[in-house]
């Protein structure tokens, strides 16, 4: 069974920068879209990011706005999201995902496999 888990949530000042990992067992990268997804307090889970199975495209939110980087090390099974110049508004539940499909989706019931989470906390 695939398993994702998220690491490297936690509280930073508004304007540091943090890199959350997902690391994924029994899945072979290459196969699968991965993307982040984020969810916070009394919102709905968003999307933030996908990236394609070799990790040669990538596809962000709106809001992202050059802001946020996703990549991927096959060879090591883990997702990474770079989060820099971070807002109070970037508080949420960041979640990792995947799907047995090439084409990166933002639509959340496109994404078979879930991690449970880190929490990522801003202070102003």
């Known amino acids: 069974q695939v398993r994702l888990e998220e690491s490297g949530g936690g509280l930073v000042q508004a304007g540091g920068s943090l890199r959350l990992s997902c690391a994924a067992s029994?899945?072979?990268?290459?196969?699968?879209?991965m993307a982040w997804f984020r969810q916070a307090p009394g919102k709905e889970r968003e999307f933030v990011g996908g990236?394609?199975?070799?990790?040669?495209?990538?596809y962000y939110a709106d809001f992202v706005k050059g802001r946020f980087t996703i990549s991927r090390d096959n060879a090591k099974s883990t997702l990474y999201l770079q989060i820099n110049s971070l807002k109070p508004e970037d508080t949420a539940v960041y979640y990792c995902?995947?799907?047995?499909?090439?084409?990166?989706?933002?639509?959340?019931?496109?994404?078979?496999?879930w991690g449970q989470g880190t929490q990522v906390t801003v202070s102003s």
């Open positions: 990236i394609s199975p070799g990790g040669d495209s990538t």
């Open positions: 029994r899945l072979t990268g290459r196969l699968y879209t």
């Open positions: 995902s995947g799907r047995q499909r090439i084409e990166i989706s933002s639509t959340i019931d496109d994404y078979e496999y």
